[in-house]
Structure formats: structure tokens, C-alpha cells
């Protein structure tokens, strides 16, 4: 039996219907197991419809209306590896969520978990989608349910804030990506994601073309939070529910990223391809600054979610890096480590919401030492601490390595130092406020770091419902945590993994064959493709390396060192203004954001309009 | 395309740059949350501009194919479509961002983006 790729999409979309539309008869006990029913279920659905795509793109018109000689009359699903590998993930990160949910909120309408299913329903058509429009519309939608989500706790001051951020900012890159699609109808007169790419190939490069692609390009990084795109997420992760968190970092910067993908491999690689050297610079050069920037904002965090959020863009940085190399062995590496990223991530905000749900605050020096005797959670933060830096054998591993390997044959070698440096850092602050919260290592309680006023602790513990200190946190809460770790040591010792993946990215990078089977309906198997070996004695020191790393910088507690001599004070006393400086940047201001963004887009367009000439 | 035609098409598009810079401009400077959704407003009519004016053909009449002859010249109606949708996905943003801000008046009792200084560093 085959299945219809739209399945997936259409069931959560009704049940979520159906909550809303029974919301004043249904009681929480129904909602509850009703939507995590749906979520597994639908996660099912797209297990499935990854097996049936892993041989070649599953095509599927809506309505039969197939293209007719190569001319597209409606609209498609194109369904390939990749893409159902996303959309599986998205439904299992779901799944996870409402379990979690279940116990963490005392009290929560049907209309959060209708928002829920709403949003996996666009994430999966967004996975799915061979329609630029459609891509668009899909995002849009996942886009208010997260706004919506994010500002749930609307009784909350900060939370309205952190969504307003949130929303604002999306918002404008989603005209961004609309005005790009606008341009590139007006170009090639269609939506489809392969008819445009052919009908571009067509001509060389010219400046309609680039102003497109940089205008999807903003859209794409803002919602991935690249540099100097990110400045809504520390906001948007630090206001909202925990399980919204969750979603947050394991789906939406990996959407993004998607995103840039799809639309780079589909539409733009002909008639960009010969231009693919600068192009190359240019990204490496956001991720670069994406990375690091985002480490060392994450070091400097003492709110957990924030800390989180900035481990997430510094993690999108290194993704974006494995992206940049734009050919298929780099692809790989960052697929793997897009999947096995965006499990870490949601293991850990799993694992900050059971501290927030235990102790009503997730600052870091509110908690100093109260959770000693928590030892399955302190166990999951710790190991999902390591599994950030990429111990081996977890699946980020994997995915570093591959694309570490794949940067250094291109002539990069300087990428693996950066991801030395990046994921040392990052997870160095995890380690670190593991510690401190669960051991009392460290500074003591009430010393509080030189900084710009911080989040009040109080205000971070609304809505939630509190569990009095010393009661064990319900199973359902610290069990997804232990399962997302358990996936994502899966992803790296599943053999042949590294196979599968390159052959994902050799056809996800093969425009040509994308356009075939889209427009021609000539489905060719894919060809599997051996992924380059792996050497342990080459890998393995970089990974060590990091993760010895990011235990000494954990573990040595943060103390103003001995500044003897004018000459190292003055220096220590630039470096403290330097970061000060760089906190303020980070001012949560609507407007900030909106300023930023215009900067990066136009020096996006600036550089590619010189690269791309 | 004929030079009256470039010239006429021009103008559209600078009208939609326009629209954008200008609403944008009012997002980043903007010192009252219901001002900050109108400009968000206005830099999405930016879009709507845009996709009308590039479905547009001289000449051109509605695109209803009722009672007119066969090839009658009309207007692209895949963009109408789009901005149709786009005019949705506008409303609702707007919308929820107005509750935003409703609930931010009653919690806070301002408007002033500025005033809301909790989430910094």
C-alpha cells in the first residue's frame, strides 16, 4: 500500500480542528492523551513515507493535476530523503513535547494543544513542499502558531515581550521571502521549486536573480538565527513554555536550514554554480561569526533557556558551515548533525524544564547547589552536555566529523579548529551550570557576575506549576530526555548511517534529477553513494579535543584571575567592557532587531553582488 | 517591452521599495506598540505592491473568463491569488500581535516598546 504524502499533514491539521471546535466540552484528561495520540501517530505516518522515499523522490500532485510536457499546472509534495528524515524528527520532537507537557502545566486550555498540532502540521508540509508558495504559506503558519505559543503565558510581562520580538522580526522576513518569490515568478512565471530552477539555468546571472536569492536568504536566516538574524531567539526561548522551547531549537533553526537547502539545491544551483567559489566564502563567513559569536554569548549566559538559545545559534553557525562547502560530502555531515543536533537540544530544554518545574527559577545563581540529590536529571544534563561537545560515539559526533572531513578536502581546515572552539565553549556553559546547579561546584550562591541587570529570576517561574523542593519530578517529564539522548546515540552507531546520508545529499544536491523526476515524472533510483571513510586516528583527536575542552572550561569556576600588574589589569578590564559591550548589543528591543536585520541584509546583498557578478 | 512600458513598470517598484524602507523605518524607530503593527502593516503592503505589479500586463482586464472572447488579454491571476493569501496570513499577524499588545498594555500599563526592558544580555 502506498501512501499519500499529504497524510501527514491533514491528520493533525483536523484533530486540531476538532479540539478547537470541541474545546468547551473536552476536558484536560481527554486533550492530553488525544494529542499525544495524534503526534504519534503522525510521526508514524511519516516513518512510513520516509521508507517509501528512500529509494527515489515520492512526487505527488494535488488533485492529479500532473505537469503536462514539462509544464507545471499544479501544485506538488516532493518528497525525498531529506525531507522525510526532517519531518520524522518533527513528529518524534512532538511526541516528546506533549508527553512532557502532560504534567508541567497545572492548568492548560485545548487550544494549546490545537496550537501544537497546528504547528506540526505546517513544519511537515514545509518538509514536504515542492511549491515555493506553498513553502511560504507553511511557513507562515508554523511561524503564528510559534508566536502564539511563545507568548502563551500572556500573563506574563516578559513572555508578551520575548513573543512581540519574536513575531516583529518574523514577520519582516517573511515579506523578505515573499518579496523573493515575487521577484522569482515574475522571472521564470512559476512557483515550482523545479520548473523555476530550470528556467533560470537558462540565462546567466543578473541582478534580478541575486537581489531574489538574498531576499529568501534574509528570510531563511532569520528564522535559522544567523548572524545578525538571531537577535529575536535568545528572546523568544527565554519567555516561552518549556515544551514550546523544545520545538523551538530542535525544528525551527533546523527549518530554516532546510529551508536555505532546498531552495539553494533546487532553484538557484544552475544558474548559480559557476559562481559557487564566492558564494562559498561568503557563508563560510556567516557561519564562522554565527558560531563563535553564539558560543561566547552562550558562556556568558546565567539564565539556562538563554543559554540554550545562544548554544543553539552557535550549533547553527557550525551546521551552516557543513552547508557552506556546497557539495554533497559537506551536506552529509551537516544533515547528520542537523538531526543529531536538534535531539541534544531538546533533551536539554527537556531537562531545564524539569529544573524549572522544581524550583520555579532557571537562573543558574538562584539554583547553586539545590539540586544535589537530582541524579537522573543532573545525568541527562550532563551527558546531553557532552553529546553538544560531540563526544563519540553520539551522533553529533558523526555529523562533525563528516563535515569536518568534507572542509578539509575543499582546502578548509581552519572550519575544524572552528568547531573545536564552538562546541567547547557552548558546551562548556552546559557543563558548567550543570555543575553549579546540581553539585554546588563553582561560585557561590549570591556572588552575582558583573553584567547588565539580568532577567529577574522571579519573573521566570510563572505559570508553570511549581513542585514544593525535594518531590521527585514526574516520569513523564524526565523520560523524554533520556529518550531523545538514547535517539541521538542511535544516529551514531547505526551502521551505515554515514552511507545513507551521503546518498541523501548527493540527490538533494542533484538539481538535475530533482527537475526530472518533478517535471518529467522520470524517477531514477537513487544511486547509493559510499560515504568517505572515516579515519579514527584522524577524527578522533578533534573530538577528544573538544570535549577535554569544554570540561576544563566547565569546571574551572569563573573568578577574576589574579590580576597582577597595571598592564594585565588594563587588559582584563578591556575584555569585561568588550563582553559588556557585546550583552548590550543584546538589548531585547523590537527595534534593535528590525535595525540588524536590514544591516545583514544589506550586507548580504553587497557581498553576493560582488561575488556573484 | 516597450520603453512606455518600462516606464510605467518602474514606478510600482519603486513604489514597493519604497513602502518597505518606509516601513521598516517606522518598526525600528517606533515608540508605541500599536504604531509598531501599523508600519508591520505597511511594510507587508510593500509585498502586495510588488505581486500585482508583476502580474500586471497592459491592457489587460480582469482575469473573469466569462462572456469575453477567447485570448481576451488579462492580468496574471496567480498573483491575485497570492496576495489574496498574503492579505490572510497579514490579518492574522496583525491580529495576534494587537492581542500582544493589548495584553502588554494591562500587564504594564504602556505602550513603549522601550519601557520593556526585561530581556537584555
Known sequence: MTLIPPLPVAVPLLVAALLVGAGPFVRRRVADPVAIATAAATTVLTALLFAQAADHPLVYWFGGWTPRDG???GIDFAVDRTGAALATLAGFLMTSALIFTWRYFEAVGTLFHALMLVFLAAVLGFCLSGDLFNLFVFFELLSVAAYALAGYRSEDPRSLQGALNFAVTNSVGGFMVLSGIALLYGRSGSLNLAEIGRALEREPVDGLV???????????????AVVPFHFWLADAYAVAPAPVCILLAGVVSELGLYATVRVYWTAF??????????????LLGAAALTALLGALMCYLQQHLARLLAFATVSHVGLTLAGIALLQPDGLAGALLYLLADGLVKAALFVCVGVVQHQFGTIDERDLHGRGRGRTFTFGMLLLGGL???GLPPFGTFLGKALMEDAASRAGHAWVAWLFVVASAVSAAAVLRAGLGVFTGWGVPAGSRADGPDQPEAEASRSGSGRAPDGSRPPATMVAPAAVLLLATLALGLAPGLAGWAQTAATSLSDHRAYAAAVLDGVTSKAPAVAAPALHLPETLPPAVLTVVLAVLLAAVPARRPHTRGRRRKVAWRGVLRATLALRRLHSGQVGDSIAWLVVGAAG??????AVLR | MTKEGSAISLLPHLVAVWLLAVGLYGIVTSRNLVHMVTCLAVTQSSTYVLLLTIGYRAGGTAPIFLDVPVGTRAVDPVVKALALTDVVVGATVSALLLALAVQVHKRHGTLDPEELRALRG
Not at chain 1, 269 to 282: D, E, I, M, S, T
Request: charged letters at 5%.
Open chain 1, 269 to 282: 544551483a544552475g544558474v548559480l554554480g559557476p559562481h559557487a567559489a564566492g558564494l562559498r566564502g561568503v
Open chain 1, 71 to 73: 509544464v507545471v499546472v
Open chain 1, 210 to 224: 541575486v537581489v531574489a536569492f538574498v531576499l529568501l536568504l534574509t528570510g531563511f536566516f532569520v528564522k535559522a
Open chain 1, 604 to 609: 548580504l546583498g553587497g557581498l553576493l553582488t
Open chain 1, 387 to 389: 553529546a553538544l561537545a
